[in-house]
């Protein structure tokens, strides 16, 4: 792209993110596109019935721009419900997705010149967001197979500039989720420095150990420098929708509204109206999207492992990785996606695109399982198949 000094340099070189040219690249190649992350299978039929009956008995026009205060009191009930939390719904902010929430607490909180803890692999958005505010993106590493956070790598990554700490917790692209000793160690830093903590949890609710999630917002000294960000999208299944929501006390929480009015005003009514009835459905509606979840995980894990790939350990997200280097394939992750999109006709993520600078490993690449079975036993018949004239 020719740089003549009119775009902001953040953009000026910037790629595709690796979501979309994955799912173009699939199109393309009319590959089963494992790439990313979206489920495709039956969708929750309330949800759907109450979105079409929204349209036409609820409103089109704009909500508030802070969100209808019927889903802002739901997601306040079903945190109440689900992690034990006592929220209000004046700290909630419906947002255009959680991308959007995560923009807004950037540019709410990020000055120029600031230093912003980001642990890697990272959310392709978070440090190009964190550059445009003028801040300067400060990367922790988190080695696979495990990805655990290291007290003394974070200690190292302080400086007098740290202001803001992002963290993605359950962990996308990994399916890890922190421990709640690592929690509780993150929670400290960031109250030992006076930091202020975005908290990407929009997997919380996608999660396969058996544990309730807790939020780094709910540890002590936290609420009152942490946004929890989630989404209806992750939750339901439903990531077409784009409505996702951002939670904040005091000054934090009237500084990020403040920000989403200006960047969207507001988010579609009237899946606004049909995600404040999803979050009140009965529980069993959702754990038995979840069971169907964590069925297609062990469809396409053992599809995998028959094929000879080695799996990493998951427990949260809709993702698996395979580990190229122990599963004997020697090609990089990101010549891998390449090739398997256009050769085997199966899209992946190369977890690579995830990391920035020299840290990368180059031997992962992700899978969304959250497919219907026939397209999963495809594609580990076509990858299998592929592999074998590798
Ligand atoms: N979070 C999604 C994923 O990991 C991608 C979001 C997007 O495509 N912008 O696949």
């Given amino acids: 792209m020719k740089t003549d000094g009119r775009i902001h340099p953040v953009y000026a070189q910037m790629e595709r993110t690796v979501f979309d040219r994955m799912s173009a690249l699939a199109r393309e190649h009319g590959a089963i596109n494992l790439g990313q992350g979206f489920p495709d299978g039956p969708v929750p039929e309330p949800l759907i019935e109450a979105a079409a009956r929204a349209l036409r008995e609820k409103s089109n026009q704009y909500p508030p721009g802070a969100g209808l205060i019927e889903l802002r009191e739901a997601i306040c009930g079903y945190y109440a419900r689900r992690q034990g939390s006592a929220l209000s719904a004046e700290q909630v902010t419906v947002t255009s997705g959680a991308t959007e929430a995560i923009a807004a607490a950037v540019l709410a909180f990020v000055k120029p010149g ?93 999660r396969f150990d058996g544990i309730p999630h807790r939020s780094l917002m709910s540890f002590p000294g936290m609420e009152e420098r942490a946004v929890k960000i989630g989404s209806a999208g992750k939750i339901f299944g439903l990531t077409g929708w784009k409505i996702g929501w951002m939670i904040a006390a005091g000054e ?118 959250t497919k219907p079975d026939a397209v999963l036993d495809e594609a580990a018949a076509r990858l299998s198949a592929w592999r074998a004239g590798l």
């Fill in 114 to 206: 600031d230093e912003v803890i980001l642990f890697q692999p990272a959310y392709d958005a978070y440090a190009p967001m964190v550059r445009r505010a003028g801040g300067v993106p400060v990367s922790i590493p988190l080695a696979p197979p495990e990805f655990r956070y290291d007290a003394e790598a974070l200690a190292a990554a302080i400086t007098p500039r740290t202001r803001v700490l992002m963290l993605n917790d359950p962990l996308n692209p990994a399916g890890t989720v922190a421990s709640h000793g690592e929690l509780e160690m993150i929670a400290r830093a960031c109250t030992e420095h006076d930091l202020i903590a975005i908290c990407d949890e929009v997997w919380e609710d996608v």
């Fill in 252 to 369: 934090l929480g009237t500084a990020i509204a403040r920000a989403h009015q200006f960047l969207t005003f507001a988010s579609a009514a009237p899946l606004q109206w049909a995600v404040a009835e999803g979050l009140e459905l009965p529980e069993a509606v959702l754990a038995d999207q979840r069971e169907g979840w964590a069925a297609s995980r062990e469809r396409l894990k053992s599809g995998l492992e028959s094929a000879g790939f080695v799996v990493l350990p998951n427990a949260a997200t809709w993702f698996l990785c395979i580990d190229l280097a122990a599963s004997g394939v020697a090609l990089t992750d990101r010549v891998f996606s390449e090739r398997a999109v256009a050769e085997a006709g199966v899209a992946t993520v190369p977890v690579s695109a995830l990391y920035e600078g020299e840290s990368a490993p180059v031997h992962i690449v992700r899978l969304c399982f």
